[in-house]
């Protein structure tokens, strides 16, 4: 059972990328996602939480507005849809699935990680 993210790059700040996490092995369809991430130095946090089939939806302060969580159940996928990027967003992305239909923010809530995908935002 693997979760593989996918999508990250060097981008310049104002640009967009779309990260994927494509689930193998197993089907999370009715299971919550989510997407963490963490900078060099810094602890791993909360970006954005999907429910199982998409009904609910949370990000962190530091995102709303300009990222959008989705999933594709069909296709075992989930999306992070990332706009207006800043430095400050510069970090690992970690896709998650959670233990039950709807992890939120809590870490804790999830039992299956991904390696992550690094996004860099130069200035």
């Known amino acids: 059972v693997q979760l593989q993210a996918s999508g990250g790059g060097l981008v310049q700040a104002g640009d967009s990328l779309r990260l994927s996490c494509v689930a193998s092995g197993r089907t999370f369809s009715n299971n919550g996602m989510g997407w963490f991430r963490q900078a060099p130095g810094k602890e791993r946090e909360f970006v954005a939480a999907?429910?199982?089939?998409?009904?609910?939806?949370s990000s962190a302060d530091s995102v709303k507005g300009r990222f959008t969580i989705s999933r594709d159940r069909a296709k075992n996928t989930m999306y992070l849809q990332m706009n207006s990027l800043k430095p400050e967003d510069t970090a690992v992305y970690y896709c998650?699935?959670?233990?039950?239909?709807?992890?939120?923010?809590?870490?804790?809530?999830?039992?299956?990680w991904g390696l992550g995908t690094l996004v860099t935002v130069s200035s």
């Open positions: 999907v429910a199982w089939n998409g009904g609910i939806t």
């Open positions: 998650a699935a959670a233990r039950s239909a709807y992890g939120g923010s809590l870490a804790a809530n999830y039992n299956k």
